[in-house]
Protein backbone atom coordinates (compact mmCIF):
# COMPACT_ATOMS: atom_id res chain seq x y z
CA UNK A 1 0.00 0.00 0.00
CA UNK A 2 2.62 2.20 0.97
CA UNK A 3 4.40 1.81 -2.60
CA UNK A 4 0.85 2.86 -4.26
CA UNK A 5 0.41 6.00 -2.23
CA UNK A 6 3.76 6.96 -2.85
CA UNK A 7 3.73 6.88 -6.83
CA UNK A 8 -0.22 8.15 -6.70
CA UNK A 9 1.29 11.22 -5.08
CA UNK A 10 4.36 11.28 -7.20
CA UNK A 11 2.56 10.74 -10.83
CA UNK A 12 -0.10 12.97 -9.83
CA UNK A 13 -3.33 10.07 -9.24
CA UNK A 14 -4.24 10.55 -6.03
CA UNK A 15 -2.98 13.59 -3.17
CA UNK A 16 -4.76 13.94 0.37
CA UNK A 17 -7.32 17.15 0.29
CA UNK A 18 -6.28 20.32 2.04
CA UNK A 19 -2.65 19.12 2.30
CA UNK A 20 -1.51 22.38 2.54
CA UNK A 21 -3.31 23.21 5.69
CA UNK A 22 -2.49 20.14 6.67
CA UNK A 23 -5.23 17.45 5.24
CA UNK A 24 -8.82 16.59 6.35
CA UNK A 25 -9.15 13.14 7.62
CA UNK A 26 -11.09 10.85 5.34
CA UNK A 27 -10.91 12.78 2.18
CA UNK A 28 -8.55 12.82 -1.22
CA UNK A 29 -8.19 14.51 -4.31
CA UNK A 30 -7.55 13.13 -8.07
CA UNK A 31 -4.87 14.75 -9.60
CA UNK A 32 -4.47 14.95 -13.41
CA UNK A 33 -3.97 10.99 -13.71
CA UNK A 34 -6.63 10.06 -11.35
CA UNK A 35 -9.19 12.25 -13.03
CA UNK A 36 -8.55 10.44 -16.26
CA UNK A 37 -8.77 6.57 -14.46
CA UNK A 38 -11.76 7.58 -12.37
CA UNK A 39 -13.73 9.11 -15.24
CA UNK A 40 -12.26 5.87 -17.78
CA UNK A 41 -13.64 3.53 -15.09
CA UNK A 42 -17.28 5.48 -14.76
CA UNK A 43 -17.40 5.37 -18.31
CA UNK A 44 -16.90 1.74 -18.27
CA UNK A 45 -19.42 0.96 -15.89
CA UNK A 46 -21.55 3.59 -17.38
CA UNK A 47 -21.32 1.91 -20.76
CA UNK A 48 -22.08 -1.67 -19.52
CA UNK A 49 -25.16 -0.97 -17.63
CA UNK A 50 -26.62 1.62 -19.73
CA UNK A 51 -25.64 1.73 -22.95
CA UNK A 52 -25.01 -1.70 -23.60
CA UNK A 53 -28.54 -2.52 -22.17
CA UNK A 54 -31.75 -1.63 -23.58
CA UNK A 55 -33.53 -1.64 -20.43
CA UNK A 56 -32.00 0.82 -18.15
CA UNK A 57 -31.79 4.40 -18.04
CA UNK A 58 -29.81 7.02 -16.35
CA UNK A 59 -30.33 9.93 -13.36
CA UNK A 60 -28.60 12.34 -12.12
CA UNK A 61 -30.07 13.55 -8.84
CA UNK A 62 -29.39 16.06 -6.55
CA UNK A 63 -26.67 15.28 -3.29
CA UNK A 64 -28.94 17.45 -0.66
CA UNK A 65 -31.66 15.36 0.38
CA UNK A 66 -35.19 16.28 1.84
CA UNK A 67 -34.80 14.52 5.80
CA UNK A 68 -38.50 12.86 5.42
CA UNK A 69 -36.28 10.80 2.26
CA UNK A 70 -33.75 9.70 4.71
CA UNK A 71 -36.64 9.38 8.00
CA UNK A 72 -38.46 7.20 5.48
CA UNK A 73 -35.61 5.28 4.04
CA UNK A 74 -34.73 3.82 7.34
CA UNK A 75 -31.46 6.09 7.85
CA UNK A 76 -32.23 8.67 10.10
CA UNK A 77 -33.03 5.64 12.83
CA UNK A 78 -30.38 3.07 11.71
CA UNK A 79 -27.68 4.52 9.81
CA UNK A 80 -25.55 4.09 12.63
CA UNK A 81 -22.26 3.01 14.31
CA UNK A 82 -21.21 1.68 17.44
CA UNK A 83 -18.89 4.24 18.88
CA UNK A 84 -16.36 3.92 21.73
CA UNK A 85 -14.41 6.40 23.84
CA UNK A 86 -11.30 5.13 25.19
CA UNK A 87 -11.16 7.10 28.39
CA UNK A 88 -6.70 6.67 28.47
CA UNK A 89 -6.12 8.62 25.28
CA UNK A 90 -9.71 10.32 24.52
CA UNK A 91 -10.08 9.23 21.32
CA UNK A 92 -13.18 7.48 19.51
CA UNK A 93 -12.94 4.31 17.26
CA UNK A 94 -15.90 2.24 15.93
CA UNK A 95 -16.35 -0.54 18.02
CA UNK A 96 -14.78 -3.03 15.72
CA UNK A 97 -11.82 -0.85 14.86
CA UNK A 98 -10.07 -0.40 18.08
CA UNK A 99 -6.43 -0.16 17.62
CA UNK A 100 -4.18 -2.75 19.48
CA UNK A 101 -2.87 0.03 21.79
CA UNK A 102 -6.35 0.89 23.57
CA UNK A 103 -7.53 -2.55 23.63
CA UNK A 104 -6.35 -3.18 27.61
CA UNK A 105 -7.78 0.32 27.96
CA UNK A 106 -10.76 1.56 29.93
CA UNK A 107 -13.28 2.43 27.42
CA UNK A 108 -17.06 3.36 26.95
CA UNK A 109 -20.42 0.94 26.69
CA UNK A 110 -20.62 1.27 22.75
CA UNK A 111 -23.37 3.80 21.37
CA UNK A 112 -25.12 4.42 18.26
CA UNK A 113 -23.26 7.79 16.07
CA UNK A 114 -25.30 8.58 12.56
CA UNK A 115 -22.70 8.96 9.97
CA UNK A 116 -25.05 11.24 8.12
CA UNK A 117 -24.18 14.63 7.44
CA UNK A 118 -26.63 17.71 7.90
CA UNK A 119 -26.23 21.20 6.22
CA UNK A 120 -28.41 24.52 6.99
CA UNK A 121 -30.81 25.00 3.81
CA UNK A 122 -31.51 28.73 3.35
CA UNK A 123 -30.25 32.26 4.85
CA UNK A 124 -31.50 31.07 8.39
CA UNK A 125 -29.44 28.97 10.13
CA UNK A 126 -31.58 28.11 13.73
CA UNK A 127 -31.72 24.68 12.96
CA UNK A 128 -35.62 24.52 11.07
CA UNK A 129 -34.45 24.27 7.75
CA UNK A 130 -31.14 21.13 7.07
CA UNK A 131 -31.37 18.70 4.25
CA UNK A 132 -28.68 15.95 4.63
CA UNK A 133 -25.81 15.41 2.24
CA UNK A 134 -27.25 11.87 0.78
CA UNK A 135 -25.21 8.74 2.45
CA UNK A 136 -26.04 6.60 -0.54
CA UNK A 137 -26.82 7.61 -4.20
CA UNK A 138 -29.54 5.09 -4.04
CA UNK A 139 -32.74 7.44 -2.60
CA UNK A 140 -33.20 9.80 -5.04
CA UNK A 141 -33.23 7.50 -7.87
CA UNK A 142 -36.21 5.71 -5.52
CA UNK A 143 -37.93 9.21 -5.34
CA UNK A 144 -37.44 9.54 -8.95
CA UNK A 145 -39.35 6.52 -10.10
CA UNK A 146 -42.43 7.49 -11.04
CA UNK A 147 -40.86 10.38 -12.51
CA UNK A 148 -38.84 7.54 -14.66
CA UNK A 149 -41.55 5.67 -15.00
CA UNK A 150 -43.98 8.32 -16.56
CA UNK A 151 -41.48 10.29 -18.43
CA UNK A 152 -40.22 6.84 -20.56
CA UNK A 153 -43.01 4.48 -20.44
CA UNK A 154 -40.91 1.88 -18.70
CA UNK A 155 -42.47 -1.50 -18.22
CA UNK A 156 -40.62 -3.82 -15.34
CA UNK A 157 -38.17 -5.13 -15.35
CA UNK A 158 -36.02 -2.21 -15.92
CA UNK A 159 -33.52 -0.13 -14.21
CA UNK A 160 -32.20 3.20 -13.40
CA UNK A 161 -28.56 3.60 -12.91
CA UNK A 162 -27.01 6.63 -11.04
CA UNK A 163 -23.05 7.78 -10.53
CA UNK A 164 -22.17 10.68 -7.75
CA UNK A 165 -20.96 11.65 -4.85
CA UNK A 166 -22.31 10.15 -0.98
CA UNK A 167 -21.03 10.97 2.23
CA UNK A 168 -20.61 9.47 5.45
CA UNK A 169 -19.29 10.80 8.67
CA UNK A 170 -17.29 7.61 8.93
CA UNK A 171 -16.26 7.38 12.94
CA UNK A 172 -12.65 6.04 11.19
CA UNK A 173 -11.58 6.44 7.52
CA UNK A 174 -8.45 4.81 6.82
CA UNK A 175 -6.62 2.84 4.25
CA UNK A 176 -6.24 5.76 1.98
CA UNK A 177 -8.93 6.07 -0.36
CA UNK A 178 -10.64 2.46 0.44
CA UNK A 179 -12.95 4.01 3.34
CA UNK A 180 -13.55 8.19 3.34
CA UNK A 181 -15.96 10.27 3.92
CA UNK A 182 -16.49 11.60 0.59
CA UNK A 183 -16.62 9.31 -2.09
CA UNK A 184 -18.40 8.03 -5.45
CA UNK A 185 -20.79 5.11 -5.87
CA UNK A 186 -22.07 3.63 -8.90
CA UNK A 187 -25.50 2.50 -8.11
CA UNK A 188 -28.46 0.67 -10.22
CA UNK A 189 -31.91 0.00 -8.73
CA UNK A 190 -33.21 -2.92 -11.24
CA UNK A 191 -36.80 -3.31 -10.35
CA UNK A 192 -38.90 -6.38 -10.78
CA UNK A 193 -41.53 -8.45 -10.71
CA UNK A 194 -41.86 -9.62 -7.18
CA UNK A 195 -41.02 -13.39 -7.26
CA UNK A 196 -38.64 -13.06 -10.02
CA UNK A 197 -36.10 -11.25 -7.62
CA UNK A 198 -34.19 -14.18 -6.28
CA UNK A 199 -33.19 -15.04 -10.22
CA UNK A 200 -32.22 -11.25 -10.92
CA UNK A 201 -30.26 -11.32 -8.12
CA UNK A 202 -28.36 -14.50 -9.01
CA UNK A 203 -27.89 -12.62 -12.45
CA UNK A 204 -26.94 -9.62 -11.14
CA UNK A 205 -24.42 -11.35 -8.94
CA UNK A 206 -22.93 -13.12 -11.60
CA UNK A 207 -22.65 -10.00 -14.09
CA UNK A 208 -21.22 -7.57 -11.82
CA UNK A 209 -18.34 -10.54 -10.87
CA UNK A 210 -17.75 -10.63 -14.55
CA UNK A 211 -17.40 -6.71 -15.34
CA UNK A 212 -15.13 -6.53 -12.30
CA UNK A 213 -12.87 -9.37 -14.00
CA UNK A 214 -13.31 -7.31 -17.42
CA UNK A 215 -11.60 -4.33 -15.95
CA UNK A 216 -8.64 -6.06 -15.14
CA UNK A 217 -9.35 -7.80 -11.62
CA UNK A 218 -7.71 -11.19 -10.87
CA UNK A 219 -10.93 -13.90 -10.74
CA UNK A 220 -8.78 -15.47 -8.01
CA UNK A 221 -8.67 -12.31 -5.97
CA UNK A 222 -12.39 -11.87 -6.10
CA UNK A 223 -14.65 -13.99 -3.09
CA UNK A 224 -18.47 -13.47 -2.47
CA UNK A 225 -19.74 -13.37 0.81
CA UNK A 226 -23.22 -13.99 1.88
CA UNK A 227 -23.91 -11.32 4.53
CA UNK A 228 -26.05 -11.96 7.21
CA UNK A 229 -27.51 -11.41 10.57
CA UNK A 230 -26.78 -8.26 12.06
CA UNK A 231 -24.42 -7.63 9.19
CA UNK A 232 -27.30 -7.33 6.74
CA UNK A 233 -28.75 -3.71 5.86
CA UNK A 234 -32.68 -3.26 7.91
CA UNK A 235 -33.42 -3.05 3.50
CA UNK A 236 -32.19 -6.51 2.33
CA UNK A 237 -33.44 -9.94 2.18
CA UNK A 238 -30.61 -11.17 1.10
CA UNK A 239 -26.79 -9.18 0.17
CA UNK A 240 -24.01 -10.95 -2.01
CA UNK A 241 -20.65 -8.62 -0.91
CA UNK A 242 -18.19 -9.07 -3.87
CA UNK A 243 -15.03 -9.06 -2.04
CA UNK A 244 -11.68 -8.36 -2.88
CA UNK A 245 -8.06 -8.87 -1.90
CA UNK A 246 -7.05 -5.31 -1.26
CA UNK A 247 -3.48 -4.42 -0.36
CA UNK A 248 -5.00 -4.23 3.62
CA UNK A 249 -7.02 -7.95 3.62
CA UNK A 250 -9.83 -9.12 1.87
CA UNK A 251 -13.26 -6.41 1.86
CA UNK A 252 -16.35 -5.82 -0.01
CA UNK A 253 -15.69 -3.91 -3.54
CA UNK A 254 -19.53 -3.70 -4.34
CA UNK A 255 -22.61 -4.74 -3.02
CA UNK A 256 -25.63 -6.81 -4.70
CA UNK A 257 -28.42 -6.70 -2.56
CA UNK A 258 -32.50 -7.61 -2.90
CA UNK A 259 -34.17 -4.64 -1.34
CA UNK A 260 -37.48 -5.77 -1.81
CA UNK A 261 -39.92 -3.89 -2.25
CA UNK A 262 -38.67 -1.67 1.20
CA UNK A 263 -38.03 1.52 -0.63
CA UNK A 264 -40.88 2.03 -2.87
CA UNK A 265 -43.28 0.79 -0.33
CA UNK A 266 -41.62 3.36 2.33
CA UNK A 267 -41.95 6.42 -0.19
CA UNK A 268 -45.72 5.62 -1.36
CA UNK A 269 -48.83 7.46 0.38
CA UNK A 270 -51.56 5.04 1.03
CA UNK A 271 -49.24 1.77 1.88
CA UNK A 272 -52.47 -0.09 2.43
CA UNK A 273 -53.71 -0.28 -0.19
CA UNK A 274 -50.34 -1.92 -1.95
CA UNK A 275 -49.87 -5.04 -1.04
CA UNK A 276 -46.18 -4.15 0.49
CA UNK A 277 -44.35 -7.53 1.46
CA UNK A 278 -41.56 -5.78 3.33
CA UNK A 279 -42.58 -3.32 6.93
CA UNK A 280 -42.48 -0.44 6.45
CA UNK A 281 -43.36 3.25 8.30
CA UNK A 282 -46.65 4.76 7.90
CA UNK A 283 -46.19 7.38 5.09
CA UNK A 284 -47.93 10.87 5.79
CA UNK A 285 -45.63 12.95 3.59
CA UNK A 286 -45.53 11.27 0.56
CA UNK A 287 -47.74 12.70 -2.79
CA UNK A 288 -47.53 9.67 -4.40
CA UNK A 289 -47.72 6.05 -5.06
CA UNK A 290 -44.45 4.23 -6.44
CA UNK A 291 -46.09 1.14 -8.30
CA UNK A 292 -46.50 -0.03 -11.53
CA UNK A 293 -49.77 -1.06 -12.87
CA UNK A 294 -50.66 -4.82 -13.90
CA UNK A 295 -52.13 -4.96 -17.10
CA UNK A 296 -53.69 -8.14 -16.88
CA UNK A 297 -56.03 -7.26 -13.66
CA UNK A 298 -54.93 -3.36 -13.25
CA UNK A 299 -53.91 -3.65 -10.12
CA UNK A 300 -50.82 -1.88 -8.60
CA UNK A 301 -47.48 -3.71 -8.41
CA UNK A 302 -44.62 -2.19 -5.67
CA UNK A 303 -41.84 -3.86 -7.58
CA UNK A 304 -38.79 -5.82 -5.66
CA UNK A 305 -35.36 -4.49 -6.48
CA UNK A 306 -32.50 -5.72 -7.22
CA UNK A 307 -29.13 -2.78 -6.41
CA UNK A 308 -25.44 -3.33 -7.71
CA UNK A 309 -23.71 -1.27 -5.51
CA UNK A 310 -20.35 -0.34 -6.25
CA UNK A 311 -17.67 2.35 -4.64
CA UNK A 312 -15.61 3.90 -7.83
CA UNK A 313 -12.79 4.97 -5.00
CA UNK A 314 -12.76 1.38 -3.69
CA UNK A 315 -12.47 0.35 -7.70
CA UNK A 316 -9.83 2.52 -8.56
CA UNK A 317 -8.05 1.21 -5.63
CA UNK A 318 -8.72 -2.02 -6.89
CA UNK A 319 -7.47 -1.29 -10.56
CA UNK A 320 -4.28 0.29 -9.04
CA UNK A 321 -3.03 -2.83 -6.85
CA UNK A 322 -3.81 -5.08 -10.11
CA UNK A 323 -1.94 -2.89 -12.35
CA UNK A 324 0.88 -2.40 -10.62
CA UNK A 325 4.10 -4.34 -10.74
CA UNK A 326 7.75 -3.96 -10.50
CA UNK A 327 9.87 -6.13 -13.16
CA UNK A 328 13.31 -7.01 -13.12
CA UNK A 329 15.03 -6.26 -16.66
CA UNK A 330 17.66 -7.85 -18.56
CA UNK A 331 20.16 -5.46 -17.80
CA UNK A 332 19.57 -6.20 -13.58
CA UNK A 333 17.67 -2.53 -13.30
CA UNK A 334 13.89 -2.97 -12.32
CA UNK A 335 10.73 -0.69 -14.41
CA UNK A 336 7.46 -0.06 -12.65
CA UNK A 337 4.55 -0.10 -14.58
CA UNK A 338 0.62 0.22 -14.41
CA UNK A 339 -0.68 -2.38 -16.66
CA UNK A 340 -4.14 -0.58 -17.10
CA UNK A 341 -6.77 -2.94 -19.90
CA UNK A 342 -6.09 -0.08 -22.89
CA UNK A 343 -10.02 1.39 -22.06
CA UNK A 344 -8.71 2.22 -18.46
CA UNK A 345 -5.15 3.73 -19.43
CA UNK A 346 -5.45 7.80 -18.34
CA UNK A 347 -3.12 8.64 -20.82
CA UNK A 348 -3.88 6.68 -24.05
CA UNK A 349 -0.39 7.14 -26.11
CA UNK A 350 2.99 9.40 -25.72
CA UNK A 351 3.85 10.59 -29.32
CA UNK A 352 7.79 11.84 -28.07
CA UNK A 353 9.84 13.81 -30.31
CA UNK A 354 13.16 12.06 -30.06
CA UNK A 355 15.47 15.54 -30.03
CA UNK A 356 13.55 18.39 -27.88
CA UNK A 357 14.48 21.55 -29.57
CA UNK A 358 14.24 20.19 -32.99
CA UNK A 359 11.34 22.08 -34.64
CA UNK A 360 10.49 19.90 -37.44
CA UNK A 361 10.56 16.73 -35.43
CA UNK A 362 8.40 18.58 -32.54
CA UNK A 363 6.17 19.79 -35.23
CA UNK A 364 5.34 16.77 -36.56
CA UNK A 365 5.08 15.06 -32.83
CA UNK A 366 1.94 17.54 -32.11
CA UNK A 367 0.75 17.19 -36.22
CA UNK A 368 0.13 13.35 -34.65
CA UNK A 369 -1.03 13.66 -31.47
CA UNK A 370 -4.22 16.13 -33.01
CA UNK A 371 -4.95 13.06 -35.18
CA UNK A 372 -5.09 10.88 -32.31
CA UNK A 373 -6.77 13.10 -29.65
CA UNK A 374 -9.73 13.68 -32.45
CA UNK A 375 -10.15 10.32 -32.60
CA UNK A 376 -11.77 10.73 -29.56
CA UNK A 377 -10.30 7.39 -27.61
CA UNK A 378 -9.17 9.65 -24.95
CA UNK A 379 -6.20 11.46 -23.72
CA UNK A 380 -2.74 11.69 -26.08
CA UNK A 381 0.36 13.93 -24.83
CA UNK A 382 2.94 15.16 -26.56
CA UNK A 383 5.94 14.31 -24.44
CA UNK A 384 8.61 17.15 -25.36
CA UNK A 385 11.32 16.47 -22.63
CA UNK A 386 14.05 15.16 -24.87
CA UNK A 387 15.19 11.64 -23.09
CA UNK A 388 13.76 8.81 -24.51
CA UNK A 389 14.97 6.29 -21.88
CA UNK A 390 13.38 8.68 -19.32
CA UNK A 391 10.33 9.33 -21.22
CA UNK A 392 9.41 5.34 -21.47
CA UNK A 393 9.95 4.61 -17.75
CA UNK A 394 7.58 7.54 -16.74
CA UNK A 395 4.86 6.35 -19.15
CA UNK A 396 5.62 2.76 -18.10
CA UNK A 397 4.63 3.85 -14.51
CA UNK A 398 1.64 5.83 -15.07
CA UNK A 399 0.28 3.01 -17.57
CA UNK A 400 0.47 4.06 -21.14
CA UNK A 401 0.08 1.54 -23.58
CA UNK A 402 2.21 3.13 -26.22
CA UNK A 403 4.78 5.34 -26.87
CA UNK A 404 4.95 6.66 -30.36
CA UNK A 405 8.89 8.24 -31.34
CA UNK A 406 8.72 10.60 -33.98
CA UNK A 407 12.57 10.64 -35.13
CA UNK A 408 14.64 11.48 -38.21
CA UNK A 409 13.08 8.66 -40.19
CA UNK A 410 10.07 10.13 -39.82
CA UNK A 411 10.75 13.37 -41.68
CA UNK A 412 12.59 11.20 -44.43
CA UNK A 413 10.94 8.06 -44.67
CA UNK A 414 7.45 8.88 -43.00
CA UNK A 415 8.11 6.37 -40.33
CA UNK A 416 7.45 6.18 -36.58
CA UNK A 417 7.94 3.72 -33.92
CA UNK A 418 5.51 2.46 -31.56
CA UNK A 419 6.22 0.85 -28.51
CA UNK A 420 4.44 -1.53 -26.46
CA UNK A 421 4.35 -0.93 -22.47
CA UNK A 422 3.99 -4.17 -21.25
CA UNK A 423 6.10 -6.26 -24.05
CA UNK A 424 8.36 -2.99 -24.35
CA UNK A 425 8.73 -4.44 -28.15
CA UNK A 426 9.50 -1.80 -31.13
CA UNK A 427 8.00 -1.43 -34.23
CA UNK A 428 8.23 0.83 -37.17
CA UNK A 429 5.47 1.69 -38.99
CA UNK A 430 3.67 4.20 -41.60
CA UNK A 431 2.90 7.34 -40.08
CA UNK A 432 -0.33 7.03 -41.91
CA UNK A 433 -1.04 3.63 -40.65
CA UNK A 434 -1.23 4.97 -37.27
CA UNK A 435 -4.43 6.44 -36.56
CA UNK A 436 -5.63 2.53 -38.01
CA UNK A 437 -3.31 1.11 -35.23
CA UNK A 438 -4.46 3.26 -32.73
CA UNK A 439 -7.93 2.79 -33.46
CA UNK A 440 -8.03 -1.02 -34.32
CA UNK A 441 -5.87 -1.21 -30.19
CA UNK A 442 -8.15 0.34 -28.60
CA UNK A 443 -11.52 -0.94 -29.87
CA UNK A 444 -10.15 -4.65 -30.17
N1 LIG B 1 -26.94 1.70 -1.65
C1 LIG B 1 -26.32 0.64 -0.94
C2 LIG B 1 -25.11 1.04 -0.24
O1 LIG B 1 -24.80 2.20 -0.14
P1 LIG B 1 -23.02 0.09 0.98
O2 LIG B 1 -22.53 -1.34 1.08
O3 LIG B 1 -23.13 0.86 2.23
O4 LIG B 1 -24.42 -0.02 0.25
C3 LIG B 1 -21.97 0.44 -1.37
O5 LIG B 1 -22.11 0.88 -0.04
C4 LIG B 1 -20.53 0.58 -1.83
O6 LIG B 1 -20.09 1.93 -1.60
C5 LIG B 1 -19.55 -0.29 -1.04
O7 LIG B 1 -19.47 -1.59 -1.59
C6 LIG B 1 -18.24 0.48 -1.22
O8 LIG B 1 -17.64 0.15 -2.46
C7 LIG B 1 -18.71 1.93 -1.28
N2 LIG B 1 -18.50 2.59 0.03
C8 LIG B 1 -19.31 2.54 1.10
N3 LIG B 1 -18.79 3.26 2.11
C9 LIG B 1 -17.64 3.79 1.66
C10 LIG B 1 -16.64 4.65 2.23
N4 LIG B 1 -16.76 5.15 3.46
N5 LIG B 1 -15.56 4.98 1.48
C11 LIG B 1 -15.44 4.51 0.22
N6 LIG B 1 -16.35 3.72 -0.37
C12 LIG B 1 -17.44 3.36 0.33
Known amino acids: MEELVALCKRRGFIFQSNEIYGGLQGLYDYGPLGIELKNNLKQSWWTSMVYDRDDVEGLDASILTHP???????????????????????????EDQIPDQCKGEELTEPR?????FKTNVGPVDDGSSYAYLRPETAQQIFT????????????????????????????TPRNFIFRVREFEQMELEFFVT???????HKKWVDSRTKWWIDQGIDSSKIKLLNVTGDDLAHYSKSTIDLMYEFPHGLEELEGIANRTDFDLGSHSKNQDQLNIKATTIANNSSNAKLAVQDISDNSL?????????AGVDRGVLAILNEAYKVEKLDDGKERVVLSFKPH?????????????????????????????????????VVENTGNIGKNYRKHDEVGTP???????????????????????????????????????????
Request: glycine share 4%.
Open 68 to 94: DVLKHSGHEDTFTDPLVDCKSCGLRFR
Open 112 to 116: DFNLM
Open 144 to 171: NFKNVVDSTSRTLPFGIAQIGKAFRNEI
Open 194 to 200: PGTDDEW
Open 301 to 309: IVPYVIEPS
Open 344 to 380: LAPIKAAVIPLKKNNEALVEKAIELKNILQKLRLGRV
Open 402 to 444: MCITVDFDSLEKQLVTIRNRDTMEQESIDIKLVPDYFRNYFLS
